[in-house]
């Protein structure tokens, strides 16, 4: 790949802005006749071009506009409300078992400027609305009536450090913050938590701290906790050391905190779940960028038990990145092909299983937000799907469920992230580029 180096730079903040807009636009134009049609990486023998190198790898996104009276578009037989709005970037939804929804809102810690691409880069994706005030806390929704609309509202937790995961375990409450997850005290219809809370775990965060998103499960019986840890870089331009236990999903012992490596050279683990038919852990993932249009398609797959996923050597099994260097042959010859592609650049950002759907349509398989790209044209993502399973393995195309996030020309209303059920199984979707939580429930 090209090495781009520039004296250290001495323009004004508005010719910045201007030179930022000025490549978008560039890179948008540029690549608009390579992107082939997204379908054909869809499921488990994607397409994959040949890879491609850049000077300025192409930066496009979409500009961000209000919903205004507008609601995204539902599946037939669907209809769709606001649960709650006015919200600080929501990321992830859970429910509670007495019916309450917690909202996890969060923005993740400022990222440094060690490159003129992540100048680029930062102004473009703080152009898209990804720069908003975050929360940094837990709001709880309660009182959910016919309409829809939750009637009480209250911060659960407040002050945390870019949250993004949450579970309760018992009258235990996790939530993993970028940098540690935590452990606070949880009684049944509490609407607040004044506890300081105990830290389980260090978890990897700064001062480089390129994938903030910690996302969490817990088992099914309660003893062991999965904690998704994105990659410090694209790929490992901040140095290997930066990558110490990184790219990888770890277990976390409840008890005592102790943790090992589960699965590793995943990229980008931003959704986890397990499947209830055959009861393993399944992840959403984000890969590479700056290699084409259609690369790396990012994924859906089962986590096997120290499995090794490719990240940052190669991708979907032996495809070697050549930009890595020293190779490890020893660790491409057992990357794991990934169970299911969803397409190049689809930023997928939260995963949960149908089981206990109310929505007739959709009872056995996962629904996956996708976030939507920013450095792809055509724009790809933007909407939730609906991947189908059956025993225990996608068995077919993925549906649209929710979608009109962006529109015909290229404004983005809103951007899907954390995906859960309620208590009655309307599907709920974090929206925080619109700040608001979505209920979608049948008609």
């Known amino acids: 790949m090209t090495v ?18 000025t490549v978008s636009t560039l890179a948008l134009a540029g690549c608009d006749d390579q992107a082939g049609d997204p379908t054909t990486q869809i499921g488990a023998n994607p397409r994959l071009p040949e890879p491609q190198n850049y000077l300025l790898p192409p930066i496009a996104t979409a500009t961000p506009g209000p919903w205004g009276d507008t609601t995204p578009t539902v599946a037939e037989g669907l209809q769709i409300h606001a649960l709650a709005r006015d919200l600080l970037h929501p990321r992830q939804v859970y429910t509670l078992p007495n019916g309450d929804v917690l909202v996890v809102e969060a ?29 940094n806390r837990i709001t709880l929704l309660r009182d959910i009536g016919p309409d829809g609309i939750a009637k009480t509202r209250t911060v659960l937790l407040d002050h945390l450090n870019s949250p993004f995961g949450v579970a309760l375990v018992g009258s235990d409450l996790y939530v993993a913050n970028t940098d540690s997850l935590m452990r606070y005290p949880y009684t049944a219809g509490d609407t607040t938590i004044t506890a300081p809370g105990v830290k389980l775990t260090d978890l990897p965060g700064g001062p480089i701290d390129h994938h903030w998103t910690k996302t969490l499960v817990a088992s099914a019986d309660g ?7 994105g990659s410090n870089s694209n790929i490992t331009e901040n140095g290997m050391p930066a990558e110490l236990e990184r790219a990888a999903i770890w277990e976390i012992d409840r ?11 995943v990229r980008n683990p931003t959704g986890l779940g397990f499947e209830p038919t055959s009861g393993k852990l399944w992840a959403v993932a984000n890969e590479r960028d700056e290699i084409g249009p259609d690369l790396v398609p990012d994924y859906l797959t089962s986590v096997q038990d120290g499995g090794f996923y490719g990240w940052p050597y190669s991708y979907y099994g032996q495809h070697i990145d050549a930009r890595v260097m020293p190779q490890r042959p020893d660790l491409v010859a057992k ?21 206990g ?14 976030h939507g790209s920013w450095d792809r044209a055509p724009l790809n993502g933007y909407k939730v799907i609906y991947v189908p399973f059956a025993d225990g393995k996608p068995s077919g ?3 649209d469920v929710v979608t009109g996030f962006l529109t015909a020309d290229n404004h983005a209303l809103g951007r899907p992230v954390g995906v859960a059920l309620d208590k ?20």
Do not use: M
């Open 255 to 265: 008890t005592s905190g102790a943790h090992r490596i589960f699965a590793s050279g």
């Open 107 to 135: 923005n993740g810690p400022k990222a440094p400027i060690n490159r003129p691409k992540d100048l680029i880069e930062g102004f473009v994706k703080s152009f898209a609305g990804t720069g908003g005030k975050g929360g």
């Open 223 to 229: 003893t062991k906790l999965y904690v998704g840890v």
């Open 335 to 355: 990357a794991i092909v990934p169970d299911y592609a969803l397409s190049s650049h689809v930023a997928p950002l939260g995963v949960t299983f149908a089981n």
């Open 424 to 443: 009655t199984g309307a599907l709920l979707v974090a929206d925080d580029l619109g700040n608001v939580v979505w209920r979608v429930s049948a008609k």
């Open 397 to 399: 195309t993925p549906q």
């Open 4 to 21: 781009l180096r520039t004296a250290r730079p001495t323009f004004r903040v508005s010719q910045l802005a201007l030179l930022c807009v």
């Open 357 to 370: 759907s109310s929505l007739s349509a959709f009872k056995s398989g996962a629904f996956v937000g996708e």
